[in-house]
C-alpha cells in the first residue's frame, strides 16, 4: 500500500545569514515536493545538518551538532561550509549518509530522496511563490552573489565557495519583489562582498520591467530602493563608489545603515590581513558621509590579537574608533582557522593578551555606543516591531540590524502587530538599547 504520511525532515542550520539562505533554499525545495519539517529530530525520517566551518570554534559546533543527530536519529546528511573539507566529519562520523559543501543543492535532494522517497501528492506540491523562509514573515534576507575574489589571510570562504558569481539584477529584483508581495517589510542585502557585486558579470544589465539595469552595486540599490520598503546592506567593504549610495540613503530610499567589516585600522595589520580596499583616507569618508547623511548608522567587525599585532597597533585601533564612532561593533579573537594562510605569519599574540585587547575594545566602544544612543533621546525614530508584549514591544529602528544590533523598547497604548512600522519617541537609552513610546503609527 502506498505511504501517505508525508516523510519529515529535521534540519538544523547553523553559521552565518548566507548559510541561512542556503537552508531557505533547500527547505523550499523539499517542502515544494511534499517533504514536511519536524521539530525533533528523533521521528523524523532524515536529519539535514547545514554545517558552518569559517571558523575552528564553528566547526566544533558543527560536529556537536551532527553527533546530536546522529545519537538522537541516526539517519543524517551533512551540508554547507564545512562539507567542502569532508575528512574531519568522516573520521568523527563515518556513518553520515553523505557529505555536501555549500549550494549544493541538488546533491543534497537527492541524498534525502535517497533516504527517504517524496511522496507524491499534487496538495501537497503547492509552495508559496515566494519559497519558504527561516527568517520572521516580516524581514527576510537577500543574497546577492556567492563567493568572494579576495582572499584575506584569515579566511577560507573564498576556499570554501570559490570567487565571485553574481545574479543578475533582474533576477535579484524578482526575488525582492516577490517576498514584498509576500509582505516582508525590510529586505537585507548580503553576499561575502556587497560592494564588489557584478564585477563578475562586468555589470552587464538585465531587462527588469520596462527598463535595463546593470548588475552593479549602486544601480542594484537604487532599484531595490524603489520597492517601498526598508532596505539594508551588509558586507560592503569601502570602495569608492560606496560613497553614491550615500545619496540615495540622504533621499530616504534605502536605509541609512552600512555594515562594513573593517576588521582593524593599523595599516600595518590590515595589510598582513589583506584586506579589500583597506586604505587611510577611510576616516575622512566616513566623515563625509555623515556630513551627507547625518542619521548613518555604521557597523562594524573587528579582530583582535592577529599575528604581529602589537600594542601600538592595538592603541592605534583604539585611537580609530574614538574618532570613527562605529555606532554598533561586534570584536572577535583572532583565531587560527585550519588552512588560512594568516597561520603561518609570525609573532601570535598570546591568548592572555587577546583576551584582554578584547576587553579593552569592548569597553570602549560600550562608551562610544552609550554616547551615540544617548544624542537620540527626545527624537523621533521609525521602529519596526519583532515581537509584541503585553504592555512593552521590542523592535529596531532604521540603525538597527535583526539579531546583531539593538533593540527599541517600545510601550503603546494600542497592541501592536510583529512587522508592523511605527514612529517612537525616545525617552531613554543605555549601552546599546533605546526605549520609548509610540507617538504615531
Ligand atoms: S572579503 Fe575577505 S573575509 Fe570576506 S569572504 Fe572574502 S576573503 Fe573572506
Redesign the pocket.
Known amino acids: 500500500m502506498q505511504n501517505t504520511t508525508a516523510p519529515k525532515i529535521s534540519f538544523v542550520s547553523l553559521g552565518c545569514p548566507k548559510a541561512l539562505v542556503d537552508s531557505e533554499r533547500i527547505i523550499t525545495r523539499l517542502r515544494a515536493e511534499g517533504y514536511e519539517l519536524a521539530r525533533k529530530h528523533d521521528g523524523a525520517d532524515v536529519v539535514i545538518v547545514n554545517t558552518c566551518g569559517f571558523l575552528d570554534s564553528a566547526k566544533q559546533e558543527s560536529l556537536g551538532a551532527i553527533g546530536e543527530a546522529m545519537a538522537e536519529n541516526g539517519k543524517v546528511i551533512v551540508t554547507g561550509c564545512m562539507g567542502a573539507e569532508p575528512e574531519q566529519i568522516e573520521q568523527a562520523y563515518p556513518n553520515v549518509l553523505s557529505i555536501t559543501g555549500p549550494q549544493q543543492y541538488e546533491s543534497v535532494l537527492d541524498a534525502v530522496h535517497r533516504a527517504v522517497p517524496p511522496l507524491h501528492n499534487p496538495h501537497l506540491d503547492l509552495i508559496p511563490p515566494q519559497g519558504v523562509r527561516l527568517t520572521p514573515r516580516h524581514y527576510a534576507y537577500l543574497k546577492i552573489s556567492e563567493g568572494?575574489?579576495?582572499?584575506?589571510t584569515?579566511?577560507?570562504?573564498?576556499k570554501l565557495?570559490g570567487d565571485l558569481v553574481s545574479r543578475p539584477a533582474a533576477d535579484v529584483l524578482r526575488e525582492a519583489e516577490k517576498l514584498v508581495e509576500a509582505g516582508v517589510k525590510e529586505l537585507l542585502v548580503i553576499s561575502?562582498?556587497t560592494s564588489a557585486y557584478g564585477i563578475d558579470l562586468k555589470y552587464a544589465a538585465s531587462q527588469w520591467k520596462d527598463r535595463e539595469v546593470r548588475a552593479k552595486f549602486f544601480d542594484l540599490s537604487r532599484e531595490l530602493g524603489e520597492l517601498g520598503v526598508w532596505v539594508r546592506l551588509q558586507?560592503v567593504?569601502p570602495y569608492p563608489h560606496v560613497d553614491e549610495v550615500i545619496g540615495l540613503m540622504t533621499e530616504g530610499k534605502i536605509l541609512p545603515y552600512l555594515d562594513i567589516?573593517f576588521?582593524h585600522a593599523s595599516p600595518a595589520v590590515l595589510k598582513q590581513m589583506?584586506?579589500?580596499a583597506a586604505q587611510d583616507k577611510t576616516l575622512a569618508r566616513i566623515k563625509t558621509w555623515r556630513e551627507q547623511c547625518p542619521d548613518l548608522a555604521l557597523r562594524s567587525t573587528f579582530i583582535v590579537g592577529f599575528p604581529g599585532e602589537t600594542e601600538s597597533d592595538f592603541a592605534y585601533l583604539l585611537d580609530w574608533l574614538d574618532e570613527a564612532e562605529i555606532d554598533r561593533v561586534g570584536c572577535f579573537k583572532y583565531e587560527p582557522v585550519a588552512g588560512a594562510t594568516s597561520n603561518a605569519i609570525d609573532n601570535p599574540v598570546p591568548e592572555e593578551v587577546k583576551t584582554e585587547r578584547w576587553n579593552a575594545l569592548m569597553a570602549r566602544q560600550q562608551k562610544i555606543s552609550a554616547r551615540r544612543l544617548k544624542r537620540k533621546v527626545g527624537t523621533r525614530q521609525q521602529v519596526i516591531i519583532d515581537e509584541v508584549g503585553p504592555t512593552v514591544s521590542k523592535g529596531r529602528s532604521k540603525a538597527d540590524a535583526p539579531q546583531i544590533d539593538g533593540a527599541v523598547y517600545v510601550s503603546s497604548r494600542r497592541p501592536l502587530k510583529v512587522g508592523e512600522i511605527v514612529t517612537a519617541k525616545i525617552e531613554r537609552a543605555d549601552q546599546y538599547d533605546l526605549h520609548g513610546t509610540v507617538a504615531g503609527f
Open positions: 568572494c575574489n579576495n582572499r584575506c584569515f579566511c577560507i570562504i573564498p565557495r561575502q562582498d558586507y567593504y567589516p576588521q589583506r584586506r579589500p
